[in-house]
């Protein structure tokens, strides 16, 4: 699987949903938090 990179911000509730379905999968990843 490729390796993801998601930037994220603390109130983005789309940011915590995204995080959200990546951990459900199983995805690796790697959260930039700006």
Known sequence: MAKVEI???M???YC???L???KRK???YTE???
């Open 7 to 9: 930037y994220t911000t």
């Open 11 to 13: 109130m983005c509730p």
């Open 16 to 18: 915590a949903r995204a």
């Open 20 to 22: 959200s379905l990546l």
């Open 26 to 28: 199983g995805a690796d």
């Open 32 to 34: 930039v938090d700006v």
